[in-house]
């Protein structure tokens, strides 16, 4: 899945590097989470033990790891999600893996680059991996829509900010 936010003016000053230092404070991301309730940092694991996709180059060897509770509501009934965030920084973003109750993994790389039609806005594209149990699929799909929305909504307005 591929997503790409709404465009990000830069008539106020921001650069796509200063864009890009911004995405990769994580807790200027996680704050982008419409459903956040908390977060903690857990200790680091050991990057030689860390296993990451092939095609991920990192900008520094280390990730950051957090864990991380969402207050999702539903027509049922409400629910508390914790979750576990690993973020390792790259050149010109962040790459994230989400890994959520019931085996549910999400890997997403999010990164920035100018909008391509002269304005020198800027956008965020996000690449997104999901596996998930296979009861799980239509409903994690359905959610991973919505939300993309309200994640790169606050991400565009937050990143805009200068």
Not at 98 to 103: F, H, I, K, L, T
Not at 117 to 146: P, T, W, Y
Not at 152 to 158: E, I, S, V
Request: negative net charge; contains cysteine.
């Amino acid at each position: 899945m591929t997503k790409v936010s709404p465009s990000i003016s830069t008539s106020g000053g921001l650069t796509r590097e200063a864009a890009i230092e911004k995405l990769r404070d994580h807790a200027f991301f996680l704050h982008c989470d419409p459903y956040l309730v908390s977060f903690d940092a857990k200790p680091d694991p050991a990057w030689e033990s860390y296993e990451l996709p092939n095609d991920i180059k990192p900008l520094i060897k280390q990730v950051k790891v957090y864990a991380v509770k969402d207050k999702y509501e539903n027509p049922i009934m409400g629910s508390d999600i914790n979750s576990t965030y690993e973020f390792v920084d790259l050149a010109d973003g962040i790459w994230i893996r989400v890994r959520s109750p019931m085996g549910t993994t999400m890997e997403s790389t999010f990164t920035v680059r100018e909008k391509g039609d002269g304005s020198g806005d800027l956008e965020v594209v996000q690449e997104c991996d999901c596996k998930c149990n296979k009861a799980l699929s239509s409903i994690v799909k359905k959610d991973l829509d919505k939300n993309y929305i309200l994640v790169h909504a606050n991400l565009t307005q937050r990143l805009g900010e200068v």
